[in-house]
């Protein structure tokens, strides 16, 4: 699926800032195409507040979109980001400031990110 500004218009539409009492909990991007970097930061500013799961396997997710998780998504305990090329131990800093609630972190396939990475 090609994720186009109008999929993500009707996704924002319907939950943004929890209007209507509805809330986004979770959310799979996995696979999905991007063409504009700035797709999940509008998903995390304007519904991104109640989400817990994240799953975002093989989507080519940018930096903006990672600091977009860190500042608008900060109940997210579940977040797979496995296959994500971009992610490298930068991005895993950005990551790492959800720790407060975060309980399950999926690293698979990122191979830039190193050992120390993890470590830090």
């Known amino acids: 699926i090609n994720l186009n500004n109008e999929i993500i218009?009707?996704?924002c539409t319907i939950f943004h800032q929890n209007r209507n009492g509805v809330h986004l909990k979770k959310l799979t991007l996995s696979g999905c195409v991007s063409d504009e970097p700035l797709n999940l930061w509008r998903i995390a500013e304007d519904c991104g507040s109640e989400l817990q799961e994240l799953y975002l396997s093989g989507f080519n997710v940018s930096h903006?979109?990672?600091r977009a998780l860190?500042?608008?998504c900060l109940q997210?305990?579940?977040l797979?980001?496995?296959?994500?090329?971009i992610v490298d131990?930068?991005?895993l800093r950005i990551i790492a400031?959800?720790?407060?609630?975060?309980?399950?972190?999926?690293?698979?396939?990122?191979?830039?990110?190193?050992d120390d990475g993890v470590c830090e």
């Not at 797979?80 to 090329?85: G, K, Q, T």
């Not at 400031?97 to 190193?114: H, K």
């Open 97 to 114: 400031s959800l720790w407060r609630t975060l309980v399950f972190l999926d690293l698979s396939y990122c191979n830039r990110v190193s």
């Open 70 to 72: 860190s500042i608008h």
């Open 89 to 91: 131990d930068l991005n």
């Open 64 to 66: 903006v979109g990672l």
């Open 9 to 11: 218009d009707v996704i």
């Open 76 to 78: 997210i305990r579940l």
């Open 80 to 85: 797979d980001v496995s296959r994500c090329e």
